[in-house]
């Protein structure tokens, strides 16, 4: 009984690290596609799309090190939240702004 309740622990904590990951690396690739289609559309100059990808690789960074230990604690998932909503304005700003790549 020991045994089974420490595996379904277990199980439970790993599952929770892998949403959250999960939830991470989908905002991660909703942020690219975007960054992309303003590439495509010429939303975004080619500076400004190399800007926000260096932004994106800070990002995928700040996640791999949190993840390096194989958890993610509430204070890793904060930093990337943040890191992530900030990455996301830049990405509202630059395409929404005058310069185009046309």
Request: hydrophobic letters at 30%.
């Amino acid at each position: 009984m020991k045994h089974f309740i420490a595996l379904f622990v277990a199980a439970s904590f790993l599952s929770s690290v892998a949403f959250a990951q999960a939830v991470t690396e989908q905002r991660e690739e909703n942020q690219e596609k975007r960054i992309e289609q303003g590439i495509e559309s010429g939303q975004l100059t080619e500076k400004e799309a190399a800007n926000l990808e260096k932004g994106q690789e800070k990002v995928d960074k700040a996640q791999d090190k949190a993840m390096a230990d194989g958890k993610m604690t509430a204070k890793e998932k904060r930093r990337l939240n943040k890191m992530q909503n900030k990455q996301s304005r830049k990405i509202y700003k630059k395409k929404h702004n005058k310069r185009t790549n046309g």
